[in-house]
């Protein structure tokens, strides 16, 4: 074999291109979308760059926002257009959060440090949703750091909140976060607002004999919450992601007191009294999500459920008596109230594209309802007692078409209904609109059917029980409530401004008040 060397003469050359011009944008806050209509987006970074008490908060943060308000400062519940926390569907990974708030209200019961992103869907919605009447707000949590070990701690005013982030191997991440408040000095200044420990005791002489009656009363206030996030996520293949999302938030106010009295001097006997005040509720949620690339053109979700609301509040009184002769008498008096409500959910979403032009949407569902609800007086006096379990399920079906190369885009759809509890069928129309009339001018549009199943009932007499409680539509003394919204709007963007405006009306039917 011979071997010889190769040489080869390069000659340099010189090419000039165009110089090329690269513009950055300022990151928004808040993201409103120019063509979805009432559509807002915000990610737990930029939330903290709002103004908040104590640390950072999805809930209030959306009341900043246009459209969006609270009853009062102490309302992490959001009031969306004159709808009510109630009639705002609260999605997170796919199940239902029908609690989202923790301590009287100040703070809700989402961990920034769990979640991804949220949007909101302030009226209008598309078909996908339903099952309530004014607005979504649809939460994603994180997937977890899928390259290295995190780990990370919080301490605010009000609370400790601590995550780690485990990833194992290349296909599965995780993340869990737990938060739990502390007596700090936000917390105890909400705290005493409401709630003040005391021990007091006074003498309180009787005749002239000498005798007299001594009264001692100890108040002894305790207070927490707490709430625990997992998610954990699973890549069995290039077009397969199995997911599993958990979610626990509790709260536990305890205003209880005891109060004893005694007789000296002549004659004798006591009365001894405990007073339990105790208001305990949470949530204890959980999904679990198979999302699946079929092809180039059809991508599906399923989504298996369960989510379950528990309150339960004891307002009673135990009084013993002690006669000269030495004899005890014990009476129970007050008042025992229990929420329960269980919902166990499948639904499955589909999207194909069928041409470039149009894609098509549709999916089914079924929701089981266990809502049960005590009110009981002594303990053995049951003023309301509801027990109702019904089933909910449908499907739905719309359509995306984008005409006029993208500048017109019309989203049709509806979605049905049966409800067994009454035995009919629901039918929900929807459709949505958005017209591109220039570059940075948009026109749109939505209109849409609503109906709501579960019902929270709110009452004024929060000294006799809970403020509110959920209770089951049956189509008489708890009827199906109905909204139906009418929007449309303009937005304007610059590279440096987007102005928004919409216009709505919306009318609703068959509340049930207490």
């Given at each position: 074999t011979l071997k010889r060397n190769l040489k080869i003469d390069l000659k340099?050359?010189?090419?000039?291109?165009?110089?090329?011009?690269?513009?950055?944008?300022?990151?928004?806050?808040?993201?409103?979308?120019?063509?979805?209509?009432?559509?807002?987006k915000v990610t737990p970074k930029e939330i903290s760059k709002l103004p908040s008490l104590g640390e950072k908060d999805v809930m209030r943060s959306f009341q900043l926002m246009p459209g969006v308000s609270a009853s009062n400062e102490s309302s992490s519940g959001l009031y969306i257009r004159g709808g009510t926390p109630d009639q705002n569907l609260v999605l997170y990974d796919g199940f239902t959060v029908y609690h989202v708030d923790h301590l009287y209200g100040f703070y809700s019961a989402f961990n920034s440090n769990a979640v991804k992103d949220v949007q909101l869907y302030k009226g209008g919605f598309e078909s996908k949703f339903g099952g309530i009447l004014s607005s979504v707000t649809e939460i994603t949590?994180?997937?977890?750091?899928?390259?290295?070990?995190?780990?990370?701690?919080?301490?605010?005013?009000?609370?400790?909140?601590?995550?780690?982030?485990?990833?194992?191997?290349?296909?599965?991440?995780?993340?869990?976060?737990?938060?739990?408040?502390?007596?700090?000095?936000?917390?105890?200044?909400?705290?005493?607002?409401?709630?003040?420990?005391?021990?007091?005791?006074?003498?309180?002489?009787?005749?002239?004999?000498?005798?007299?009656?001594?009264?001692?009363?100890?108040?002894?206030?305790?207070?927490?919450?707490?709430?625990?996030?997992?998610?954990?996520?699973?890549?069995?293949?290039?077009?397969?992601?199995?997911?599993?999302?958990?979610f626990n938030g509790s709260d536990m106010l305890d205003n209880s007191s005891e109060t004893e009295?005694?007789?000296?001097?002549?004659?004798?006997?006591?009365?001894?009294?405990?007073?339990?005040?105790?208001?305990?509720?949470?949530?204890?949620?959980?999904?679990?999500?198979?999302a699946r690339k079929w092809s180039d053109k059809l991508f599906g979700n399923t989504v298996l459920s369960y989510s379950n609301y528990l309150s339960d509040r004891n307002r009673s009184q135990e009084r013993s008596s002690t006669d000269d002769n030495g004899d005890t008498t014990t009476t129970s008096t007050g008042i025992f109230e229990n929420n329960n409500l269980k919902d166990y959910s499948l639904k499955s979403d589909y999207q194909?594209?069928?041409?470039?032009?149009?894609?098509?949407?549709?999916?089914?569902?079924?929701?089981?309802?266990?809502?049960?609800?005590?009110?009981?007086?002594?303990?053995?006096?049951?003023?309301?007692?509801?027990?109702s379990n019904a089933t909910l399920a449908g499907g739905y079906v719309q359509s995306q078409i984008k005409l006029f190369k993208d500048k017109l885009q019309i989203i049709?759809?509806?979605?049905?209904?049966?409800?067994?509890?009454?035995?009919?069928?629901?039918?929900?129309?929807?459709?949505?609109?958005?017209?591109?009339?220039?570059?940075?001018?948009t026109l749109k549009g939505a209109y849409g059917k609503y109906y709501q199943f579960a019902n929270r009932v709110t009452r004024e007499d929060i000294i006799s029980g809970s403020k509110d409680f959920w209770l089951l539509s049956d189509g008489n003394k708890?009827?199906?409530?109905?909204?139906?919204?009418?929007?449309?709007?303009?937005?304007?963007?610059?590279n440096n401004y987007l102005i928004s405006a919409e216009g709505y009306y919306k009318k609703l039917s068959n509340l049930t008040e207490y």
């Amino acid at each position: 074999t011979l071997k010889r060397n190769l040489k080869i003469d390069l000659k340099s050359s010189t090419q000039n291109l165009e110089a090329v011009t690269v513009y950055g944008q300022k990151e928004d806050v808040v993201l409103v979308n120019k063509t979805d209509v009432s559509l807002i987006k915000v990610t737990p970074k930029e939330i903290s760059k709002l103004p908040s008490l104590g640390e950072k908060d999805v809930m209030r943060s959306f009341q900043l926002m246009p459209g969006v308000s609270a009853s009062n400062e102490s309302s992490s519940g959001l009031y969306i257009r004159g709808g009510t926390p109630d009639q705002n569907l609260v999605l997170y990974d796919g199940f239902t959060v029908y609690h989202v708030d923790h301590l009287y209200g100040f703070y809700s019961a989402f961990n920034s440090n769990a979640v991804k992103d949220v949007q909101l869907y302030k009226g209008g919605f598309e078909s996908k949703f339903g099952g309530i009447l004014s607005s979504v707000t649809e939460i994603t949590g994180k997937d977890g750091n899928q390259k290295k070990f995190n780990l990370g701690m919080d301490l605010s005013l009000l609370s400790v909140n601590a995550f780690v982030e485990i990833p194992i191997g290349s296909k599965f991440s995780s993340v869990i976060a737990y938060r739990r408040s502390y007596k700090g000095l936000i917390y105890n200044t909400i705290f005493k607002k409401f709630n003040k420990s005391t021990n007091t005791t006074m003498t309180i002489p009787e005749g002239n004999g000498g005798g007299g009656r001594k009264m001692s009363q100890d108040t002894k206030v305790t207070s927490y919450f707490y709430d625990l996030n997992g998610k954990f996520t699973f890549r069995p293949t290039s077009i397969d992601v199995v997911s599993l999302s958990l979610f626990n938030g509790s709260d536990m106010l305890d205003n209880s007191s005891e109060t004893e009295s005694s007789s000296f001097g002549a004659g004798g006997g006591g009365m001894n009294m405990n007073s339990t005040d105790l208001t305990e509720y949470g949530n204890i949620s959980g999904s679990l999500k198979w999302a699946r690339k079929w092809s180039d053109k059809l991508f599906g979700n399923t989504v298996l459920s369960y989510s379950n609301y528990l309150s339960d509040r004891n307002r009673s009184q135990e009084r013993s008596s002690t006669d000269d002769n030495g004899d005890t008498t014990t009476t129970s008096t007050g008042i025992f109230e229990n929420n329960n409500l269980k919902d166990y959910s499948l639904k499955s979403d589909y999207q194909w594209d069928i041409l470039h032009f149009c894609q098509l949407q549709f999916g089914g569902f079924a929701t089981h309802f266990d809502i049960k609800y005590t009110y009981a007086q002594n303990d053995t006096s049951t003023v309301l007692d509801r027990n109702s379990n019904a089933t909910l399920a449908g499907g739905y079906v719309q359509s995306q078409i984008k005409l006029f190369k993208d500048k017109l885009q019309i989203i049709p759809g509806i979605r049905s209904s049966y409800f067994e509890a009454t035995k009919q069928v629901y039918y929900e129309p929807r459709a949505s609109l958005n017209l591109s009339l220039t570059k940075r001018l948009t026109l749109k549009g939505a209109y849409g059917k609503y109906y709501q199943f579960a019902n929270r009932v709110t009452r004024e007499d929060i000294i006799s029980g809970s403020k509110d409680f959920w209770l089951l539509s049956d189509g008489n003394k708890v009827p199906v409530s109905s909204s139906i919204h009418y929007v449309t709007g303009l937005s304007y963007e610059t590279n440096n401004y987007l102005i928004s405006a919409e216009g709505y009306y919306k009318k609703l039917s068959n509340l049930t008040e207490y």
